[in-house]
């Protein structure tokens, strides 16, 4: 049983749970303090270095979510398993923890060959790529400003892709939906904080996602929202080190052979 049942059904959770989880957790990032002492890029470089206002970002967010949502509602009702009874049977604990790993590996292969086509194929990137690399220093809220047909291509066909093959219930998809955002945003938000627990338990982080959008960072680190494994496998992997600057906060600089 789960704190919503008896309110809205599993399927409408799955379509909205994952955009009010978006804007609680990037409106959390966008409402603290400077904490200059945590930031990977100083404000004047966010200032200078970003090539689209706030506002513009988002509109674009909101109208990717629009898409996502319109496409959750359409799977959710092709996919939906009612018993005779009205009810959907759930998987055991462990099977949708089973589920939810295999999602969040082909999310991970998809978005990697997807992205990194993206950047090889010039016409792709100066397009529609390059919209999202218009944040050259990413913030929370800009985690899912994209061109909208990379938004389609990228997450909205990635996450379905990712449902259907994991085989997992809509309620299940609550969970890997709003992790998965809370992990794309954390990825965006420009800072290095003490105790991060993405940061201990994934390599895949704020700065190896930072390197990315460094200009001398393009050519690497495409693995997104999860892992490094393709990035590793595939040769496309840099590692980095994180030097403290004198003014405060870090700074994410490529290691190369």
């Excluded at 404000?43 to 509109?59: F, H, I, S, T």
């Excluded at 919209?131 to 800009?142: D, S, T």
């Excluded at 595939?234 to 994180?242: A, E, I, K, M, N």
């Amino acid at each position: 049983m789960v704190f919503w049942e008896g309110y809205v059904s599993d399927e409408v959770m799955g379509t909205f749970a994952p955009i009010v989880v978006y804007w609680l957790y990037a409106g959390f990032y966008q409402l603290l303090p400077p904490m200059d002492n945590y930031r990977l890029h100083t404000r004047k470089e966010e200032d200078e270095k970003n090539l689209v206002p706030l506002g513009a970002v988002v509109k674009g967010v909101l109208l990717q979510q629009l898409v996502q949502a319109t496409v959750a509602q359409l799977l959710f009702l092709i996919t939906s398993k009612v018993t005779a009874s009205g009810n959907v049977v759930q998987p055991s604990i462990p099977v949708q923890i089973v589920q939810i790993i295999i999602a969040m590996l082909v999310m991970d292969t998809w978005q990697y060959f997807v992205h990194r086509y993206m950047h090889q194929n010039k016409l792709l990137y100066r397009h529609i790529h390059s919209q999202h690399h218009r944040l050259v220093v990413p913030y929370a809220i800009g985690a899912l400003y994209n061109h909208p047909l990379e938004g389609l291509l990228l997450d909205t066909f990635g996450g379905a892709l990712s449902f259907l093959v994991a085989g997992m219930t809509a309620r299940t998809a609550v969970i890997f939906f709003c992790f998965a955002v809370v992990k794309t945003v954390d990825d965006h938000c420009g800072l290095w904080l003490p105790g991060n627990i993405f940061h201990l338990f994934f390599q895949n982080n704020t700065a190896y996602h930072d390197i990315h959008h460094q200009l001398q960072g393009t050519k690497f680190n495409y693995s997104q929202p999860f892992f490094s494994i393709w990035d590793k496998l595939l040769g496309t992997y840099v590692p980095y080190r994180l030097v403290k600057r004198p003014e405060g906060g870090f700074e994410a600089r490529l290691v190369k052979d």
